[in-house]
């Protein structure tokens, strides 16, 4: 199955697509996953996109679209993927269908994840990795013993350099302004489905699942 996640930053997109590739094996691709990658290795990619990424702003529509090509070449992702964090405007939602075509692939199912605004603040701030099982935790939401669990074992809860409250503001600005009308684009194509991402993580989850149709 090949999957598009689309939806504000914070809206549980990583969190939905590990789900999905633990059950099923379709590799999560995340542009932001990628460009950190990138980023921390210091690649001539990396250099260019860290200043662009801590200010909020979006990496252009060139380098991102070479990301996806490299990746989507990949034996893993014959089967499916799950495109987390792409497209992220329309001229790249229509350079994905170029591709596509040049390659005789279709995206099955666009499934945009729908949270409120002030959840999305709060879940953005609070967002934190722990530095030794990598498990997405958050301040505010996390049941205690999960946050212990990772202080004990000698961890400490990583915050991502673009979550904070400045460049989030900006991160939600760039959404609004460039991202949400792929809402529209994708009803238009009659290929949407929206499901409320308040909810906790296995709700919204047997959500998807309902939607791709496989529960
Ligand atoms: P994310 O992890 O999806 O929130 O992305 C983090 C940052 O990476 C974004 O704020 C952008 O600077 C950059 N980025 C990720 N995906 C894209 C994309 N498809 N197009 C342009 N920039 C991107």
């Given at each position: ?111 945009y ?18 530095s ?45 302004l ?38």
């Amino acid at each position: 199955m090949k999957i598009i996640l689309l939806g504000a930053p914070g809206a549980g997109k990583g969190t939905q697509a590990k789900r999905l590739e633990s059950d099923f094996g379709w590799p999560q691709i995340s542009t932001g996953d990628l460009l950190r990658d990138a980023v921390s290795k210091k690649s001539k990619l990396g250099l260019k996109a860290k200043s662009i990424i801590d200010r909020g702003n979006l990496v252009s529509n060139d380098l991102v679209l070479e990301i996806i090509k490299e990746r989507v070449a990949q034996e893993d992702t014959f089967s499916g993927f799950i495109l987390d964090g792409f497209p992220r405007n329309i001229d790249q939602a229509l350079d994905l269908e170029i591709l596509f075509s040049s390659l005789s692939k279709k995206i099955d199912r666009v499934i945009y994840l729908k949270v409120d605004h002030d959840i999305l603040m709060k879940r953005l701030t609070g967002r934190r990795t722990c530095s030794v099982t990598g498990k997405l935790l958050n301040i505010y939401f996390s049941p205690q013993r999960d946050i212990d669990e990772c202080i004990n074992s000698g961890g400490k809860l990583l915050q991502r350099s673009d979550d904070n409250e400045e460049t989030i503001g900006k991160r939600l600005d760039v959404y609004n302004l460039e991202t949400s009308p792929l809402i529209d684009f994708y009803e238009k194509k009659e290929c949407l489905f929206v499901i409320s991402a308040e909810n906790e993580v296995e709700k919204v989850y047997s959500e998807l699942l309902v939607s791709l149709e496989i529960s």
